[in-house]
């Protein structure tokens, strides 16, 4: 892989996913998303890893979205385009491993997606999250979908509209759920993969079936997803169970704020 860095840690059953273009503030390009997606799928095979670390290299940004100086190459007709989304999601590829995503310096437009789509984002004090299509001439469509279901549809609408002159800071993140944690930026990778060794501990049966259920949740109907999930218990705490019972489960130290 060129564009990202994926280190598989059998030992704490984290796997970690690092986006490595800072030069070009990691936007990604077809290659990478067609890399992130088989990233996703290495690691859902992978009976070793029950949890991942989204993080990316440099300082100046997160990400900063679509690469604009690379083509992305999508086919003429344009029946047939497709949403680079759908590669870079975790939930699109049936990925059901928790996601904790640590993000540092700017996080703007389709790297929303990468937000949208983990399970636990936490952020640096000088993180910055904003939507710059509108500024840019272009439709916010897709990105705020995902944004709403996490913040809600007045910081969604807020966000996507004023674009580049709204500038969204580490403690408002905060503030509005965008993220549930603040940590200093020579901490925040250390602090990720705690979290996610933490989840990783756990019966993986038991964690990817609330992932599964929650996430599905999301496009069901409140009866129709109590009904789903009320299966997932079924289906899923049995086999959990044997899990835990199969080996003993450290009692490691670990804080949740």
Known sequence: MDTILLDLDHDSRVATVTLNRPDALNTFNRQMCHE?????????????????????????????????KSSYGQPEIVWNHEDPGELLSPKWQKMWKPVVCAVQG????????????SDVVICSPE????????????????????LMRRVGLAHTL???????????GADTALQIGLVTEVVARDHLWARANEIA???????????QGTVKAVWESLDKPYRAAMDQGLIYTRVGNPIAKRELAARPVPKTPHRIR
């Open 127 to 146: 993180a910055t999250f904003f939507d710059s299509h509108v500024t840019s001439g272009l439709v916010s469509a897709l990105e705020p979908i995902g």
């Open 197 to 207: 060794a933490t989840i990783a501990n756990k019966p993986p049966t038991a964690t």
């Open 158 to 168: 807020r966000m996507a509209l004023l674009g580049n002159d709204e500038r969204v």
């Open 106 to 117: 700017m996080c703007t437009a389709g790297a929303l997606y990468f937000v949208n789509e």
């Open 36 to 68: 992130i997606r088989d990233a996703w799928h290495t690691i859902k095979a992978d009976e070793g890893i029950n949890a991942v670390v989204l993080r990316a290299a440099g300082d100046r940004a997160f990400s900063a979205g679509l690469d604009i």
